[in-house]
């Protein structure tokens, strides 16, 4: 349902002009494609960046966060990290920024002048 949420805000933003940004992660090339999609057909730009870090790296961050009793857990994001370095493989032309051992200034620069 997420999905179908996501293609729809864009799609109505894009019909009215507005810029779109999707600060959400998508592991699916499928579901990445189908958003393109809907931007070409707008004539919009699109910049695909992926904040990344290893693996240990991820999951020792998700433990400082917490677990909070949700869906997240250690495997799920072992999980995800696996499924973004297959999204990582196939769209060549996204930009990635390293997130390890860099302030959220420094990683906030680096994707601003990406967007400029």
Known sequence: MTVEIATA???????????VILDMMIYSPEVLDRLCKIAQGYGAQI???????????????????????????????????????????????????????RSPEEIYTQVADLLK
């Not at 999951?59 to 857990?73: D, M, T, V, Y």
């Open 9 to 19: 805000v864009v799609d109505a933003m894009l019909r009215l002009g507005r810029d």
């Open 47 to 101: 910049d695909e960046i992926i904040l990344c870090a290893p693996k240990e790296v991820v999951i020792s961050r998700a433990h400082k966060r917490g677990w909070h009793g949700g869906l997240l857990s250690e495997e799920k994001v072992g999980y995800i990290w696996d499924r973004m370095e297959d999204v990582k493989k196939c769209r060549k032309h996204a930009h990635l920024v390293d997130t390890n051992d």
